[in-house]
């Protein structure tokens, strides 16, 4: 008969084989809790189980939101509608629940500079990483300057195979840096990579018919916009600085009586 030091023994030898933490941490205390509270043993092991499928979930989305290398966490629950009135509320729900990304759609901000584009952005990556998908942000100029340094060490078609394999490739700041003539080339080559297969979304502080202000090339210029508003979902934050409003809403920092 094997004694309860021995099963224990023998439980952590193979969850550490198995690769099994919850199961080597918890396996006697949920016993334990189980014997008292007369759980049968597949009722145990079932709880057992759950325990170390919610640990491994969780494990997966906080590595997938550190490998999105976002610049700050920022959640669409968090996001005050009612200081963005032209953002539809409908319109956000749906796309938190990555149908869009199945679909290989394409996610358009555009709005001025403080009116809340890239927390929606953000947002939408966090939603994506607590999904389980694989999520990556960066910005426009870091995009087209870390394909140009792959270009120069023969790396491009690897890294841009990369870029394919994400789910979600956030692209922010669309706009704000002017693009060379290579550089526009190269973030072209990721746009054409993904088209009808994996999901962008971009924020840009101009609207469509200005981005020739940061693409040189006519024809450049209509083939990126082409790839982007295809079958896109295209959200305007408008005008209105989300930034300023927000800030008015909150509540005065109390003072002391003395100053």
């Given amino acids: 008969m094997t004694t309860d030091t021995a099963a224990a023994a023998s439980i952590q030898a193979s969850a550490r084989e198995l690769k099994l933490p919850i199961v080597r941490s918890q396996a006697c205390e949920l016993a334990a809790d189980a014997q008292r509270s007369s759980v049968t043993y597949l009722g145990f092991l ?16 906080q590595r997938r939101v550190n490998e999105a290398k976002f610049p700050r966490l920022k959640r669409l629950a968090d996001f005050d509608l009612n200081a963005a ?23 358009v901000l555009l709005g001025d500079s403080g009116t809340g584009k ?10 994506a990483c607590e999904q389980g998908r694989r999520v990556r942000y960066i910005t426009a100029a870091q995009l087209a300057n870390e394909l140009a340094e792959a270009a120069d060490d023969r790396k491009l078609s690897r890294l841009v195979a990369r870029y394919g394999r994400i789910d979600l490739l956030l692209l922010d700041e669309v706009g704000y840096v002017k693009l060379d003539t290579r550089g526009a080339e190269l973030v072209f080559q990721i746009l054409t990579e993904r088209e009808e297969k994996a999901s962008i979304a971009l924020a840009s502080n101009l609207p469509f018919s200005e981005w020739g202000q940061i693409i040189a090339d006519p024809r450049l210029v209509a083939a990126i916009v082409d790839r982007v508003t295809f079958n896109a979902h295209i959200i305007e934050t408008g005008t209105d600085s989300y930034r300023l409003k927000t800030s008015r809403r909150k509540p005065p920092t109390s003072r002391s009586q003395n100053t």
């Fill in 46 to 61: 079932a709880d057992l189980l759950e325990a170390e499928v919610d640990a491994r979930t969780e494990r997966r989305r």
């Fill in 118 to 127: 890239s927390h929606l952005l953000i947002g939408l990556g966090l939603a």
């Fill in 85 to 107: 009135s032209t953002v539809n509320p409908a319109t956000m729900a749906t796309l938190a629940a990555g149908d869009y990304i199945d679909a290989g759609d394409p996610v």
